[in-house]
């Protein structure tokens, strides 16, 4: 995995695609699935919902710290098998900043710290402290979930840098 | 257009596509067009992430509704062209309970009325009316922004329906 330019991290998220969310309580690794995430800013910021119901609600509250990571079409399974039970095998990996772990297996890793809580719509407010992208690796498309047990692959992608010129951020431009 | 069950119009959003958001001050619809967009509950509630420097987001305030309208990859030079400038046509429809338009040309509509604005964040959250879905639509793959001016188009769809059914809410088991 190499390290991500900050001012690119957000560009795995604008997407839309499913993602694991790894946090350590102090004594192990905990990860769970989730759709549910939203680009705050640049910056790069992150929203994600979750709440009490959810094991790793409780880590995050806790120990203010995630990594958010994301996989591939050919992980679907275990991507699936985590959001309905423990016991599928990903390899953790340390990161730099916080104490939850990287996951190996992942297109891209985003080391981030919980900056705010907002209770009454169980929104985590996270913001990125570092970013790895795994440019190796031959499969790259992502997962989008539908909600209904269905998933959408990435297809092709369309180029519009041009006419978005103006609209896109510092670092990113042509 | 069809109306939609509200049960699933959370899976509109959840896979993460481009959206237009339109909405009415009172003297005249406007349109953006954003990225930032998530599910908060399935009831369905969502989220958005815009803020002063957005001219919806003075309508949003002032009249507590928009609409959210979901464009597929034939619109992408009209949505890409919403977020740079003004004067793109598009067909506005009546909506039901809300004064913001739905846009005919798009795959489905959601009328929604913003319930909070998280201001630290520019987070607006919203509740959804109704929606609707054009079944009779060739094309249905959507679009999803990297944010460096590329677009990632729907591919092909995975079904796990099955190994998820205990996850999946009320009535969209199989």
């Known amino acids: 995995m190499n390290e991500l330019k900050m001012s690119k991290a957000f560009t795995l998220i604008e997407p839309g695609p499913v993602v694991l969310i790894t946090t350590n309580d102090g004594k192990k690794n905990n990860i769970m699935t989730i759709s549910w995430t939203m680009v705050l800013d640049f910056t790069p910021a992150f929203a994600l919902t979750t709440g009490e119901w959810n094991y790793s609600f409780a880590a995050l509250r806790k120990t203010k710290e995630c990594v958010i990571s994301i996989p ?3 992980m679907l399974d275990k991507v699936v098998g985590i959001g309905i039970c423990s016991g599928v095998k990903l390899t953790p990996v340390e990161a730099k900043k916080v104490k939850a772990p990287l996951i190996k297996e992942c297109l891209a890793n985003i080391e981030c710290k919980v900056i705010d809580i907002v209770k009454k ?9 570092a970013a790895y992208f795994d440019s190796l690796r031959k499969e790259k498309r992502t997962i989008h979930a539908v909600g209904d047990g269905t998933f959408i692959v990435d297809g092709r992608k369309l180029d519009r840098k041009k006419m978005m010129a103006s609209k896109i951020p510092n670092g990113l431009q042509l």
């Open 72 to 74: 591939t079409v050919d």
């Open 121 to 129: 719509h169980n929104i985590v407010v996270l913001e990125a402290v």
